[in-house]
């Protein structure tokens, strides 16, 4: 049974910096397309970015283009999200997740981890 796991959630200032993790067990990073989600309160659950599972193409919302990165560790079979230069607006549990195939539905993605909370202050 997969198990995902997200860690590196916290309080920071607009303009900094966290790296969210996502340890994998029960299934191979490498083997699906690995995303992040984000939901803020009385919002929906939205797409942040994924990574392809063979040729590693990563896909962003246009809101964190150029500011976040998604990677992962193979050896590791962890899953990363760099967040750079970050705004209030990014406040949100963050959410990992695995799927068959890369797309940016929440439906499509089959396993979850239980989120990691982001709060950016002004």
């Known amino acids: 049974q997969a198990h995902l796991v997200e860690s590196g959630g916290g309080l920071v200032q607009a303009g900094g910096s966290l790296r969210l993790s996502c340890a994998a067990s029960g299934l191979t990073v490498s083997s699906y397309a690995m995303a992040w989600f984000r939901q803020a309160p009385g919002k929906e659950r939205a797409f942040v970015a994924s990574i392809h599972w063979v040729f590693e193409d990563t896909d962003y919302a246009d809101s964190v283009k150029g500011r976040f990165a998604i990677s992962r560790d193979n050896a590791k079979n962890t899953l990363y999200l760099q967040m750079n230069s970050l705004k209030p607006d990014d406040t949100a549990v963050y959410y990992c997740?695995?799927?068959?195939?890369?797309?940016?539905?929440?439906?499509?993605?089959?396993?979850w981890g239980q989120g990691t909370q982001v709060t950016v202050s002004s």
């Open positions: 997740a695995a799927g068959r195939r890369p797309s940016t539905i929440p439906s499509d993605f089959g396993s």
